[in-house]
């Protein structure tokens, strides 16, 4: 899964002064999913391929390897550089054929996989059905311990691929899952422990792109991790520390190729340059406009005919440690906290509209979104947020909310820490980390205590996505480490259904479990605010709020 790059702010109590940023809708049609709002005509004009363009980039937390890239920062150069069973539509996210030619099954446990002839490498070589099934072993080994690894559990025989402990001491039972199987160059099989309803829709993730030779035979060589070879439209051709830069894949096979020849995503470690650097028609495109920007709209202004709004499917939470008793072991502590949030003034005053405050855990834009799931929880009521945090007992100590500084969410989170001094005479002060590698790593290695910023963009257009990957017990992106018994078999009975519509129902009482044992806070859903410059046309964001690579051209 992704995770999100965090938002400046302000005080809530009586008022909010801004300077900030950060990242959706109702209950989703095909139409909602691929809507809106654009800033002038000028992003329209003739597609014209060559020439080169600059983003937004900011520092990947993990190495550019598609099985242990699970945040934006990386997962957006990955998006450009690898080819999947699955495409995503960029208008709809309606999963589409690409490098498979077809996905059959006639049980949801037994699937039968046939590749288009003719897909190659960034390297010239072909992609053949062993670059899935030996690509998948490796990534699924525990040993490898890559952070997307998890993807592969639905498969027969993933559980032998484990590690016995911890620290890896017992090694894994086997090097490959019994639930993998080549037929021949084109065609291979795919057996899943129990049925599942959307298997499908999931392939088109990053961790499912099929891994070259030149990996396979050497998969500890340190160039992959920054140059990795794929089979998608562009190849990285430098990674440095400010930029990394994509250009055409001559080798490509498939139908999404771009109209740029090059692509240079430049790193920023706060919101402020890249936004200037856009007004000033020094950056391309950027995705991440300033919240103190979106004020009054003086960004409409300052971009004027050079700016849209695109809903994503993204969401915001804040995630409390697991390491912090107080919080991880009092259900209402939490649900007060998350009670005495005023998401509705700071999604208005902060955001200028920009978000839309959840009300679950789920983006509505996704099959399956239910309105109204997280209850009381969600909603601002300062006098019963009050009266339950007295009888939580309260919060010991200074309560800390940590967020990345290169990510423009100081105001919001500072404004959440005035409203809860205010309202319930808490000690609440902001940790700042440089940048979001930092805040990220401190995460994975369990360092924080109270409360830290945490974003989602879904990997495949499903409810499951928000729910599984964070709240399942042992799930790698499971930052505090939550878990939940009738949760999890909830989520195994949905897995199970015969058919989307009742794995959807299933996992809409998932969610709804979540509000009596909450692991974290619900915040805002996002629309995403993008601006480019007058030098390129034809820009959009797709529904995972993504740069559409596709479309994008040079005037």
Known sequence: MRHMRPLIALSLAGLMTLSACGEDVAAKDDSAAGSSAAGG??????????????????????PLIPSNTNETCGGNVLDAVTARLIHYNPDTAKPEMDIAQSIETKDNQNFTVKIKPGYKFSDGTKVKAQNFVAGWNWAAYGPNAQQSGYFFEPIEGYADEQCGDEACKTKPKVKTMSGLKVVDDHT???????????LKVRLGYTAFAPLPDAFLKDPTNKKWEKMPIGAGPYKVTDNTATAITVAKNENYAGAYQGHVDKVTFKIYNDASPAYNDTVANNLDINDLVPTDQLTNDQWKSDLSGRWAIRQSGINQTLTYSGKDKQLASNKDLVKALGMDIDRETITKQIFAGSRTPADGWVSPVVDGYKKDQCGQMCKYDKDKAVELYKKSGGYKGTLTIAVNGDGDHKAWSQAICNGWKNDLGLKCQLKVTPDFKTLRDMITKRQLQGFFRAGWQMDYPSIENFLTPMYATGASSN??????????????DAAAATNTGEANKLYQKAEKMLVEDPPNIPLWTTSTPFAWSNK????????????????VSVK
């Open 188 to 198: 291979f099989t795919i057996k899943t422990t129990e049925k599942v309803s959307n």
């Open 479 to 492: 930052d505090n480490d939550y878990s939940n018994k009738a949760f999890d078999a909830k989520l195994a």
């Open 536 to 551: 390129v046309a034809n820009v959009k964001l797709t529904p995972f709020g993504t740069i559409d690579f596709q479309s």
């Open 41 to 62: 005509s000028n992003n329209s004009a003739p597609a014209k391929d060559g020439g080169s363009i600059t983003v937004r980039g900011c520092t990947p937390q993990n």
